[in-house]
């Protein structure tokens, strides 16, 4: 159940059961947003409907069409949707117009549509004598399509770093095996998260420390699912591919960031021999100028989210160079308590508590004897 449910008032919990049905589509809705709706009569949940595919019916409509089917009449009822109904002819008719021949009387707004092409829906509907309530858990609703306004706003996909640590910070012991740290709880919504992105992103030191196999293992997978890219940022490339599980089973499927040097030697012809590829990347102070290999994800490979798995280092740089869009950070019950075990963000230096990176928790939810706290930037 998400955080911010508790205490809230009729409204909120309307809309927050909106938002939970929205998050039902991450993933497949992309490069459109995540939207839920509900029909309410009084005070109960009559419908419910979500944006579920690109290109598929928008969530009122899913919504009216849930109503149809359960025989529901929806004139004089209230909508909740978490983003404004769009205004335009796309890829399916306005939602608007489904709106007022239903019936609605009452229309309740999370946050109004930043594309342009879609908005004018407030206004539209208020013309028609609906009644509108606009900014009912707004910052959740914004926190929803946060990677709607990305893709919308950049080149770059939406960046996920998954980590997964001690109470004391710790990701591995200082014998670097490849352990598990989190319970199988966390294990399966990791898996659920692969199965979602379009890349699974490592630095080289994991690469090298784990030899991880970088694909989604859930337990259903749909017999269409295409596996993520495995991608693995580092300046140094693996002198036998066949050494690496990942480029024994999948070398098509594999692409290495690397230095503009490492690009262009054998090793990078070996890897390209076997169908893997190569990119180049540009420098940057302490290593490699990540966003252009992200935003080739995006444009060449299509990857609208990646899942970035690579370590303290890898993450911390990623911070650093603001590409990490969300952190879902497991926090597991257990302490090391040694200074020598590899800490979950590292790399750089800070003398005082104002010079941290600081993020805000939009949800926390148990999973096993672990919490998942999935974060944002301030
Ligand atoms: C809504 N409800 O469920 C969604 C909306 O490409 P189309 O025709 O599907 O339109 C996509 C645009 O419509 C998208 O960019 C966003 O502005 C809005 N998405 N609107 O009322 C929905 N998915
Ligand atoms: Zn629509």
Same mark, same amino acid.
């Given at each position: 159940?998400?955080?911010? +449910? ?51 019916? &928008? ?29 335009? &002819? ?5 939602? $608007? ?13 999370? $946050? ?10 407030? /206004? +539209?509907?208020?013309?028609?004598? @609906? ?34 640590? $001690? ?98 030697? /054998? ?16 420098? &940057? ?43 879902? &950070?497991?926090? $597991? ?17 800070? @003398? ?12 926390? +939810? ?13």
């Amino acid at each position: 159940m998400c955080s911010w +449910k508790a205490n809230s008032s009729r409204d909120e919990q309307f809309m927050a059961e909106a938002i939970d049905l929205a998050y039902q589509g991450r993933g497949t809705t992309a490069p459109n947003p995540c939207v839920g709706a509900v029909l309410v009569d009084g005070d109960q949940i009559v419908a419910r409907g979500w944006h579920t595919r690109y290109g598929q019916l &928008h969530a009122e409509r899913e919504c009216l069409a849930h109503a149809s089917k359960k025989g529901v009449d929806p004139t004089g009822l209230t909508m909740f949707v978490t983003l404004e109904p769009c205004n335009h &002819h796309g890829k399916t008719p306005p939602c $608007t117009e489904a709106i007022i021949e239903a019936g609605i009387t009452k229309v309740v707004i999370g $946050t109004r549509d930043p594309n342009p092409v879609a908005a004018g829906g407030v /206004e +539209k509907l208020q013309s028609h004598g @609906i009644e509108i309530v606009v900014g009912v858990l707004e910052q959740q609703c914004k926190d929803l399509i946060a990677d709607f306004l990305l893709w919308q706003d950049s080149h770059s996909p939406f960046n996920i770093i998954k980590m997964a640590a $001690t109470l004391d910070g710790k990701i591995a012991s200082s014998a670097k095996k490849p352990e598990p740290v989190s319970s199988p709880e966390s294990f399966a919504r990791v898996h659920d998260l692969r199965g979602m992105v379009g890349a699974v992103v490592v630095g080289g030191t994991t690469f090298y420390a784990d030899n991880p196999s970088l694909n989604c293992r859930m337990e259903q997978l749909p017999p269409d699912f295409i596996q993520p890219f495995g991608v693995v940022v580092t300046s140094r490339l693996p002198e036998d591919p066949a050494a690496h599980t990942l480029l024994r089973k999948r070398p098509e499927r594999t692409i290495f960031m690397t230095t503009e040097i490492a690009a262009h030697s /054998e090793a990078a012809d070996r890897l390209r021999s076997r169908g893997t590829s190569v990119w180049p990347l540009p420098g &940057h102070p302490g290593g490699l100028t990540l966003s252009c290999g992200f935003e080739r994800l995006r444009y060449e490979k299509g990857c609208h989210y990646t899942l970035c798995e690579g370590g303290g280092r890898f993450s911390m740089a990623l911070i650093q160079q603001g590409l990490a869009d969300e952190i879902v &950070h497991f926090v $597991t019950p257990r302490i090391l308590g040694d200074n020598t075990a590899p800490a979950a963000y590292s790399g750089r230096k800070s @003398i005082s508590m104002a010079d941290s990176v600081d993020f805000r928790i939009i949800k926390t +939810k148990t999973t096993g004897s672990d919490i998942m706290l999935t974060l944002r930037t301030k």
